[in-house]
């Protein structure tokens, strides 16, 4: 039913593809070329942000400092938090893979604004040549960089709040980017009701990028500026106030947490349908859930702070609007599995993970509400329930989300299938691995284990241990995962056009896509999850 | 939906550019809306010490950048009525002479700021001159961003690449120099008159 599409395969041997040399990437407009790169460079700190998780657990197998000193553990904490959230998280889905796939999705030449698009990737460059800039006085803040002590440690506050600063403007750009793109690059037919739901959450996403990321980079300047003229802003000894830094750093931060995971979403909304053979169900639900995580999600942000002094009044209101965010984001699991749900379903790789992503998700978003509700949010508050929580949503949710995407769209990106039997292997090692580190961590957090600490009590011991071995295991797997990725963009067999029969655009075009993305820009007359059924566009 | 689909690198629509720079002047909006809200925190919590200080600003030269700027906004306005019409030199000119009067606004900001220094009003000095050079540095800053993208619209027209059917840039410049225009419409009166 669904070959009513056709199919184009191979095409011209290397599409985008073709041209040679560093400057046809450097200069390059075409978003599939930015996409790249920024997949790439994000790729590059998720390693290195990986290895300094490596040398945290390595350090946390001994209850006493053994291998790092108590300052160097700080150091590796901070960069492996700051790296992983601004450099990686952050930016690799939306910047990497909606840059690439937006336009596709919607049947568009290239995106809205083509040089500012490569102006974002180069400033995006420039902030992380910054934050390198800031490794002469290595960071020992944690990346919430909290005044007063940020405001007061010898580290190089300044210059990294500045390279976090330009990260921030490329984010922005993006964003901004793609909102414009998707208002007016649609191409005929393409109604918001026909979009793929990864341009819905991309969407949404782009929405916060906007909206939230001002503020904090006002909040980084001020930072800076406290450090360089003295400014009295967050230092109570000149009247300051640090709780005010704690508010604006995150009425940033944690709406940015749904620009970590939306996108992801997004891509587990592409992923099940198409490797169950279903329509997708609940469509608009899906779509519009998307906005109201984002609107909640500016709503909450008080929940870091409610150990920090608020008035008992707004602790119950943040309290109580987190709650809340629970319902959007459990509308979008249970239509996946909805969708799942007497499909026919195939396990190749990107199934897995998307599969993987709301197993774990599942388990990050119930041990939500321990940390939502006052009381027992006073217990755990800064242990290693926290952290296991966050890493659920986060590891568990983003990055399996990536790799969905990843695996998914390989094909599309570089014309070669990924090796199916080795990204198995390896998203059972990840998978293994990932629980065996992070559930234990629940564990260790309820029985009191406070994070950050390179030292803890011995009745800690055993945890710890497991976790690291878990943690080593997972590391592992990913770096399979990435050989594997790497073997098959050599010797991986030729992919067609459309590999894994999905009804999308992107998948109209050859593999790997001409630079103007399509010969002709295609006329919509469906929305993209007809699997079975076709005409099903929901009014 | 059949919009029209910019090809690499080339002038996006008028109506894609439009909604992306009002799509910017929000994210600035609320770049300042930070600063806004530390400003109202802080002066909630220490109004006696934000009506001693705010007596020390020169209301004359802040009265004075505000003519400047408003002017300021009313010859931006003359030049993209002028393109609209295609007549590209006087664009040039009214726009210059907005270049022109945002120089006027910096030196004035530069005599003023040298003037508390000497009186002893430094940056580090209270939470009221924090907040005083912190939002007037700023907003300084974006009326330097603007006078330069007034001037790369100058020298396009310069180059004949504006004209009655081409107008985009000089109506999106214009309207980043009015939001520039605008926030200082709203710090005058909070920082030199609210006492």
Redesign the interface.
Known sequence: MENDRVTESGGDESGYLAERGWRSWAFT??HKRIGVMYLLTTIVFFLLGGLFAMLLRLELLTPQTKYFSAHAYNVFFTLHGAMMIFLFIIPAIPSGLGNFFIPLHIG???V?????NLASYWVFVAGFLVVLASLVAPMDTGWTFYTPYSAKTGAAVATLSFGIFLIGMSS?LTG??F??TV?????????WHRMPLFVWGMYATSIIQ??????V???F??LA?ERL?????FDPA????PV?FQH?FW?YSHPVVYVMILPAMGIVSEVIPVFSRKPIFGYKAIAYSSLAIAFIGFLVWGHHMFTSAMSPLANAIFSFLTFFVAVPTAVKVFNWIATLYRGSITFESPMLYALTFIFLFIIGGLTGPFLAALSTNVQLHDTYFVVAHFHYTMMGGTVMGFFAGLHYWFPKMTGRMPGEKLARAAWALIFVGFNVTFFTMFIVGVRGMPRRYAEYLPKFHQENVIATIGSFLLAAGVLLLFWNLWHSLRKGARASGNPWRALSLEWRTPSPPATENFHE?PEVTDWPYGYGKPKRTPA | ?????????GP??F??AK??VW??L???V??????F??YA??RA??PA?FHAEHLKLDRILGLANTIVLITSSLTVVLGVDAIRKGKVRLLRGCYGATILLGAVFLCVKYVEWTAEFRHGA???T??FF??Y??LTG?HGIHVLLGMGVLAYVVVLAGRGRLSESYTTPAEMSGLYWHFVDLVWIYLFPLLYLIG
């Open positions: 407009l075409d568009a030449r290239d809205a604004f083509p040089r500012l922005i901004l980017n909102i414009v208002h007016k690059l649609r191409a005929p037919g393409m109604t906007v909206v939230a990321t001002p503020v980079g006002v909040t300047l001020l500026m003229l003295g400014m009295a802003f000149k009247g300051g106030d005010l604006f009425f820009i | 939906m059949s919009a029209p689909h910019a090809a690499h690198g996006a629509g109506e894609t909604l992306g799509t910017f929000a994210t600035e609320l770049l300042f809306g930070a600063l809200t530390a925190v802080y919590e220490y010490l430094y940056p580090g209270n939470i924090s907040l050079f912190a700023l």
